[in-house]
């Protein structure tokens, strides 16, 4: 980067621009308003030549920041890539002759619009500087797994195939965890119709032969602190010192334990011949092909699978969800009797059968070698001859009162998924279950839920949870999109899942965990604004320790120092700016988006006195949804008001209300935020900073009334990237409404 | 020596003096036409048909099939087996299906067949009539011989169960089979669509469920005259008795007025070909077909 | 008879899907039915008049061990052939001739209805074709009006009186086959060894299987 | 242009798989090389109107993998290519990739004069052909690379000529030759995606026949804002809104006539479209569900069990046996209730057929290294460990899915290129 700066405005008269705008008018606003140094003008600026011009003043005129006025920052990225440079994007295409009719009495408002874009673009650039990067970064290169079970042994390999060095911790005294004490597993390949080896024993020993994996078991996680790239871990190891290890990304495979049989009285749970989906497989591994024998020794002749017990409930007692892999367990399990003996009458009731994909070949294979299904609803299971009577309302044949007589029967009530504390809720945390070892049918001990990871992070020990206690993304998009930078979770804790599916999640989450580690090491920002450099830096003497930024941050990005500052890890940030708009004292900024690169633009902007009946309506829409709604919705070329001035954030998160109440007090006349979906179903791509952002800006309407203003003058509007079509309409409507309520009394001031 | 030569299965509703002499007539002649031999099998037994599922149970049907297979594999070596009906080809083509699949059902149907002196080494093919036009033959050869096409003329192709479901003629769609419409224009006539074309007659029910069987056949008749056909045309001896002598019961009990005379697709080329009345077995038909009477005396 | 099905029932025990496997014609299909229903739906009759058990109801009660209603149903015995049930199932199960082999096993066993229409027909049919070793349709059109007695036999040759006729006329009815004379086979003696011993055979293959059980 | 070497990646399609597995392994600090076969990326996701279980838009998650790969110096797109060849051996393939010419060149601005210009019309294959587009055109909204198309039946017409007028910076170029392309690669990540199973097969639904029985495919196009008929919900046979819309299940699948497997996606699929309907016709949009079994499998049962709450969707169980067409075009279902025996002759405006999941390669000339089950699923071959399968192309998944198994297959190539790395290092 050059010592000094020097500003560069490239204006385009391409696309129709040189047609619709007096582009030597243009010129002069940014010598004259823009302040630029240099100012030239191209009649196709993103050609070869046009950037040629650009790159030229760079490399032999010492230009350092460039301001293009031309087309959306969203088009032709590739022509405009300088990367040791400073730049901004003047929209003088989509956001202005695209959306402005081609007519002389709309000439003059157009031409005003540009200018104004034109101002902005400068005033913006001139408050930036490229960023250089993290220099606290830290290149630890060494994945942490927690869990040693399918997922977290897959996980290990998978990270070390691809040459990282892993610590895998498992709490119990073996690895292999819930696929351990499978007999056999469902079928992963062709043809799908007999159970397979659980497959523990080759990847226990492929771990012990890997040089790249050091496991610790009996152990937990006393303590982890620091960041990606550089997180210290203790872990405390049964009957030996408190180990210390240096990691540079975080998987946890924590993995489930069955929801408790005895939760379920009425269908027989913790009856001596009522056995849940573990409790079989142990009958299973016992008899080891043979004929399987109940606890009591009586060999099992006749079976009743029980599906969905204490899942799919709507009656909020029970799991309220499907654990997907039980029907195929169930079958498996139901052929470990037809394989062995195919006269025991083995018998599934179900209401809906879920064998997706290739389950489909196993459930005919299961049809084929005899194990019947049938569709009913079970209404008890009671103790009977030796045995056990299933009671059940057949739904094909219409029949509320059939029975069936069993040896046994086998519960599959689900998953329950080990995921640590709640840290958003601590009061409905999911019941710590059984240690892996345990017997599976113990009942379980109800008591507080133990933590996990036991972060030492501001917000909270573990990650947060997304529902019933799995940790799993809310993106369909993005299953790997997580609230705590580098630290990754795979398998059933994340989503109820079967051991295929534990297995490729398990690949995928070291995936991400390896990238957020190499993007640590080189100070770049992990998902959604991956590979940005720029990072928050806070100016202490000024703050107040109000510590929002450190409750707000959606990451858990901020700590506090012993002097209770906020303490910021860079590689935990995700860059959305949610501490900036925070911050009530506007310590907090980014080198390339601050108060002040947003301020300026604000200031920027030209507003007619109040006799011109020109408004001036300031637009800060989020760059993931709305601003592209806006470019789309020119694209197709959809008119709105001259009266507006868009300006792209981060997010509505990283709105600091000082830029509203500065347009207004500058004599804007509204402004509109535009900002994801939030609530449940929320789509801000930060996760809480559109929520955050709207609470904050919430407070604004007593601002207006201070300022005797009408509330509705700042309009929070809920954008999706599809509303393209009704954008327009609806600036057009408020555009109307502000124009009614008649100019803003700040105007000239 | 005739450009194919089968060995002929005509079953026992298609034999001369039976209830479908007059297909077997037409059969004949179109044959003749064609440079078609067909050789009947001789001594030939019934098939067994659907119905007798109950009283003879598995293997006697098998083995009475089997016999066929057994004299037409020994008087006419070579040569496949053509059918004209089609419950006797549906029959035959599973029995063939059964024993090649089955060897315990093979041996017990060897065993049986001892008994009558006879015994199996590999059963010839097993052909509908049509599959003889079609398949080996084609529609073009079909083409050549036309005479008199049956210009202007309105058939409703019928083709119903068995020769569609389950093995179909020519690998064809079992919801819309097209062999038949066809045949019909490659004749000169013009097919109309309608939506019955696969709705089962009733088959034997027609005798022991009569009313669920005319319900049925109604059903075919009305639509086929709703898509303005003149005439059923069908390749099947149960369907077309079916669907021609009960219309005066189903006018009885539903009031309609159908008078549709039910024609093989063996009779319209025939005819096509320049064949009689009388060769074209129309005289056989219990609902006369007027038009086409008219039509062969010119 | 009776007792037969006592037999039966007592060797299979309460394992009535076993016994459908082992004794009726492609009775080991029945378990591969996923209760999607489209054989019902596709069953002509099925919307005409209605079943009392349509065919995957009926698997559903195999499984579920409703012996007795199965095998006295009516339901197999109103199938027409026409296999659209077997071409639409998308487990491939041949229900037609399912129903076919569950029917014959009611009949083998008393059970099924008495004077069931298609059973006497069957019977009739079967009779009648393998007496020659060739159809006698006068015959065969004879003792199907008169199952029910000389009157009712009557009345019902006056109805089909038309059709008779018309078919007379058409020289499609030959009336010599009322007389015993119209279509034979030659060796009918052999055929009748070879009917005897296939009888025989079957018979001694499922009483196998019922042994075995 | 960086110069492809075996250290390079190659990921063939650019659907929401193929485009994750690229910017997975580009953003690990991976060259990686992305190729097409349309002339946008985003594939079938982008074809969606909204998704399971959020109701949200696919072309906002969309929009952020455009903007990683815009800001990604690291992969190399290639839209409408296709992979004719691979060669070589597990980290170091050498791959033939066949380009057919898009008339347009890179300094299309994306201003849309040539389509204005031109008058000719074809099949909008964006929208299903349920539409037309122009025969210069845009794809749709959010294509990328953001460049016209010239559609090759404009070559010789009056068309091609009144397009090169129109555009003022010369981005027209008619002479473009198809080209046949070489890369270097040590892993290819294999993510072509599925097709709609053949509807026209499943004969008793009398697809192509009847107007009024469409895909579930079809079906997003015709919901969609952006589609044919503007997001109004309207039938094919005479534009009448359809306000009582029949959703078929395992039309196709789990049939072994068909696909043998079950493809998991549809019965969300079809709860989600019963959505469409509620919004768009309220209390008086009726949607039926004909299934066997409800497959909202994990934590999508929530979504299952909100539309059983609504009065206006009803579930019956059974596979319909066939369809029949009134006088008024109206598709009349035929079937049974397999609960409890209850026949049924049903008419509905619409019927939505929820096709299966085919795998795009199954009967596509693939090269032989590509190893794929009895399905035309890719499988992993252990012989052959540098091509590895995601998303669609290895198994019947949802989107969600889909995204993980690309993940997973963007690690499997690292595995690859990082050995090659070490060995060279």
């Known amino acids: ?749 | 020596m005739a450009r194919k030569e089968y060995a002929f299965y005509p079953g026992c509703s298609s034999q001369k003096g039976a209830s479908a002499s007059n297909y077997l007539t037409s059969v004949e002649s179109m044959c003749k036409t064609l440079d078609i031999k067909i050789t009947e099998i001789p001594d030939w037994n019934c098939c067994g048909a659907s119905i007798s599922y109950a009283e003879a149970g598995e293997l006697p049907r098998h083995a009475m099939n089997a016999r066929n297979f057994a004299l037409a594999e020994s008087n006419l070596p070579g040569q496949d087996i053509v059918a004209t009906c089609a419950a006797c080809w549906l029959g035959a083509r599973e029995s063939k299906e059964r024993l090649e699949h089955n060897d315990r059902l093979m041996a017990d149907t060897q065993e049986a067949l001892k008994e009558a002196g006879l015994n199996i080494k590999t059963i010839p093919e097993i052909k509908h009539m049509v599959e003889v036009l079609i398949e080996d033959l084609g529609y073009d050869e079909l083409k050549k011989p036309v005479k008199k096409p049956l210009n202007g003329m309105k058939f409703a192709g019928y083709v119903g169960c068995q020769t569609n479901r389950p093995f179909g003629i020519h690998g064809e769609s079992f919801e819309n089979p097209v062999y038949l419409d066809k045949l019909i224009e490659t004749v000169g006539g013009e097919a109309t669509p309608y939506d019955q074309k696969v709705t089962c007659c009733g088959g034997a029910l027609a005798f022991s469920e009569p009313d669920k069987a005319q319900a049925q056949i109604k059903d075919i008749i009305e639509a086929a005259y709703d898509s303005g056909a003149e005439m059923l045309v069908t390749p099947c001896p149960l369907c077309q008795a079916n669907t021609e002598v009960y219309q005066g019961q189903i006018n009885k009990k539903y009031g309609t007025k159908f008078q549709m005379p039910v024609l093989y697709y063996s009779q319209l080329m025939t005819l096509a070909y320049g064949g009689s009345a009388k060769e074209a077995g129309l005289d056989g038909n219990v609902i006369r077909a007027r038009k086409l009477e008219e039509f062969a005396g010119k | 008879m009776s007792n037969m099905n006592e037999q039966m029932a007592a060797k299979y025990k309460n394992n009535f899907l076993k016994e459908i496997e082992e004794q009726a014609e492609m009775g080991d299909w029945v378990k591969m039915c996923m209760q999607c229903g489209v054989c019902s739906g596709s069953c002509p009759t099925n919307f005409h008049a209605g079943w009392d058990h349509p065919p995957q109801e009926i698997f559903m009660m195999i499984r579920a061990g409703k012996r007795e209603e199965v095998l006295t149903s009516n339901s197999m015995w109103q199938c027409t052939s026409c296999y659209n049930c077997y071409v639409r199932c998308p487990r491939k199960v041949p229900i037609t001739h399912i129903m076919h082999g569950i029917a014959e096993y009611a009949y083998r066993l008393g059970l099924a209805p008495k004077m069931q229409p298609s059973l006497h027909l069957s019977q009739t049919f079967w009779n009648n074709a393998t007496k020659h070793g060739r159809v006698n349709e006068v015959q065969l059109t004879q003792s199907l009006y008169f199952k029910d007695g000389i009157g009712a036999g009557i009345k019902k040759a006056m109805e089909m009186k038309d059709v008779a006729l018309g078919l007379v006329k058409a020289k499609r009815l030959n009336i010599m086959e009322a007389l015993g004379g119209g279509h034979k086979c030659k060796d009918v003696d052999g055929i009748h060894k070879m009917l005897a011993k296939a009888k025989e055979l079957e018979a001694k293959r499922k009483a196998g299987k019922a042994a075995g059980a | 242009m960086t110069v492809a070497t075996n250290q390079t990646i190659l990921v063939v399609g650019g659907g929401i798989s193929g485009m994750t597995a690229a910017l997975e392994a580009a953003e690990t600090g991976k060259q990686v090389v992305l190729v097409e076969k349309n002339p946008w990326l985003g594939g079938r996701t982008a074809q969606l109107y909204r998704y399971f279980p959020k109701m949200c838009h696919p072309t906002c998650g969309l929009e952020i993998n455009l903007r990683r790969l815009k800001a990604n110096p690291r992969i190399q797109v290639y839209t409408l290519a296709e992979v004719t060849g691979i060669n070589g051996v597990k980290g170091d393939y050498t791959v033939t990739v066949k380009q057919t010419p898009r008339y347009v060149n890179e300094k299309c601005t994306a201003c849309g004069d040539c389509a204005k210009a031109v008058d000719g019309e074809i099949d909008d294959a964006f929208n299903y052909n349920l539409g037309k587009t122009k025969v210069a055109y845009l794809p749709h909204v959010m294509s990328y690379p953001q460049r016209y198309v010239l559609d090759p039946s404009i070559k010789g017409t009056p068309d091609a000529d009144k397009a090169k007028a129109a555009c003022k910076v010369g981005a027209i170029d008619l002479d473009m030759q198809e080209e046949l392309l070489n890369f270097k690669a040590g892993a290819i990540v294999w993510a072509t995606g599925w097709q709609p199973y053949d509807a026209k097969k499943i004969t008793p639904y009398r697809y192509g026949e009847f107007a009024n029985v469409i895909t579930n495919v079809e079906f997003e196009r015709l919901a969609d804002p952006k589609g044919p008929t503007g997001g109004k919900i309207l039938r094919p046979s005479d534009g009448k809104e359809a306000r009582n819309v029949a959703f078929i299940q395992c039309a196709g699948s789990r049939d072994e006539n068909h696909l043998r497997h079950c493809s998991r996606f549809c019965c969300m699929g079809s709860l989600k479209q019963t959505h469409y309907v509620q919004e768009a016709y309220g209390d008086a949009g009726k949607s039926t569900i004909y299934y066997i079994d409800i497959r909202a499998i994990d934590r999508f049962e929530d979504f299952y069990q909100k539309v059983k709450a609504n009065p206006n969707v009803g579930f019956i169980k059974s596979k319909v046996a066939r369809i029949t067409q009134d006088k008024d075009q109206n598709p009349v279902l035929w079937g049974v209730n397999t609960e409890g025996y209850k026949r049924y002759s049903t008419p509905h405006d619409l019927v939505v057929l929820a096709v299966g999941m085919e795998p795009s390669v199954k009967g596509v000339e693939i090269p032989a290294e590509v190893m794929s089950d009895s399905s035309g699923f890719v499988m992993a071959d252990p012989a052959n460990a540098g091509i590895f399968g995601a998303g669609c192309a290895t198994n019947a998944l949802d989107v969600n899915r889909a995204v993980q198994s690309a993940t997973a297959a963007a690690l499997r190539a690292i595995q690859v290129v990082n050995k090659v790395a070490r060995a060279e290092a």
């Open chain 1, 1 to 749: 980067m050059a010592a000094e700066k020097k500003h560069a405005a490239y204006i385009c008269s391409g696309c129709g621009l040189g047609e619709r705008l007096d582009i030597d008018a243009l010129e002069g606003v940014a010598k004259k308003d823009g302040k630029m140094q240099v100012v030239r003008t191209h009649d196709f600026l993103c050609s070869q030549g046009g950037v040629a011009m650009i790159q030229n003043d760079i490399d032999n005129d010492g230009v350092t920041h460039v301001a293009i006025a031309a087309c959306s920052r969203r088009a032709k990225t590739e022509a405009f890539n300088f990367p040791t440079t400073a730049i901004s994007r003047g929209n003088l295409r989509e956001g202005v002759i695209w959306v402005r009719p081609d007519t002389d009495e709309a000439r003059e408002t157009t031409q005003e619009m540009a200018e104004d874009y034109v101002r902005m673009a400068c005033a913006e650039v001139k408050a930036m500087t490229q960023p250089a990067g993290n220099p606290n970064t830290g290149t630890v290169k060494t994945l942490l797994v927690v869990g040693g079970g399918m997922t977290g042994m897959t996980a290990a390999l998978e990270a070390s195939k691809a040459g990282y060095k892993v610590v895998l911790v498992e709490k119990t005294g073996a690895l292999g965890g819930w696929a351990a004490k499978l007999y056999k597993r469902v079928p992963t390949r062709e043809p799908f119709k007999a159970p397979q080896d659980n497959g523990v024993a080759d990847l226990v020993s492929q771990i012990e032969a890997d040089s790249n994996i050091k496991v610790y078991t009996n152990a937990t996680i006393a303590k982890t602190s620091g960041a990606p790239g550089r997180f210290k871990v203790d872990i405390a190891v049964e009957s030996g010192p408190t180990v210390t290890e240096d990691i540079g990304a975080i998987l946890q495979a924590t993995g489930f334990n069955l929801y408790d049989v005895n939760k379920l009285p009425q269908l027989g749970g913790g009856q001596a011949n009522v056995v849940d989906q573990a409790g079989l497989e142990a009958l299973a591994r016992a008899a080891n092909g043979g004929a399987i024998k109940r606890a009591d020794g009586k060999e099992v002749k006749s079976v009743v699978f029980v599906q969905c017990a204490g899942q799919r409930d709507t009656s909020g007692e029970h799991l309220s969800y499907c654990s997907g892999y039980c029907c195929n367990t169930s079958i498996k399990q139901a052929m470990y009797f037809k394989d062995n003996n195919p006269d025991i009458d083995t018998v599934v009731l179900f209401t809906d059968l879920r064998t997706p994909g290739n389950g489909e070949d196993f459930y005919r294979s299961a049809q084929n070698k005899g194990v019947i299904f049938s569709k009913g609803v079970v209404s008890g299971v009671t103790a009977s001859g030796g045995g056990c009577t299933v009671k059940f309302h057949d739904l094909i044949l219409d029949d509320k009162n059939a029975q069936i007589d069993a040896d046994l029967v086998v519960l599959a009530t689900g998953a329950v998924p080990n995921s640590g504390v709640n840290i958003d809720n601590p009061v409905d945390a999911p019941a710590a279950a059984p240690a892996e070892g345990e017997a599976p049918a113990a009942p379980v001990v109800e008591e507080k839920p133990i933590s996990i990871l036991n972060l030492d992070y501001r917000q909270g020990p573990d990650v947060p949870q997304f529902k019933y206690g799995f940790t799993d993304s809310h993106f369909i998009c993005f299953p790997y999109e997580t609230r705590r930078t580098g630290i990754y979770t795979a398998g059933p804790v994340r989503r109820p899942m079967d051991i295929a599916q534990a297995q490729e999640d398990a690949t995928g989450a070291a995936m991400k965990a390896i990238q957020a580690m190499e993007n640590a090491g080189l100070g770049k920002a992990a998902h959604p604004r991956a590979g940005d450099l720029s990072f928050p830096s806070v100016r202490l003497e000024g703050c107040t320790q109000c510590k929002r930024c450190t409750v707000e941050c959606p990451f858990g990005a901020i700590d506090e120092d012993e002097k209770r500052f906020p303490l910021f890890n860079e590689s935990r940030c995700r860059r959305c700016g949610t501490c900036m708009g925070a911050c009530p004292v506007r310590v907090i900024s980014f080198e390339n988006y601050s108060v002040n690169t947003v301020g300026a633009q604000i200031k920027a902007v030209n507003i007619p006195d109040e006799f011109s009946e020109k408004p001036r309506i300031l637009i800060l829409a989020c760059e993931n949804d709305a601003y592209p709604a806006l470019d789309m919705a020119a694209m197709n070329r959809n008119e709105y008001s001259a009266w507006v001035r868009a300006i792209p954030v981060r997010c509505l998160g990283s709105v600091n209300t000082i830029w509203i109440t500065d347009a207004l007090n500058s004599g804007y006349d509204g402004v509109m935020l535009m900002g994801c979906k939030h609530g449940e179903d929320y789509q801000c791509h930060f996760v809480k900073g559109s929520e955050l952002g709207r609470y904050r800006l919430s407070k604004v309407g007593d601002t207006l009334k201070g300022m005797n203003l009408e509330t509705e003058r700042v309009f929070d509007m809920e954008v999706a990237i599809t509303d393209m079509d009704t954008l327009p309409k609806k600036i057009n409507e408020y555009a109307e409404m502000i124009q009614g309520f008649g100019p803003s009394p700040f105007k000239g001031f």
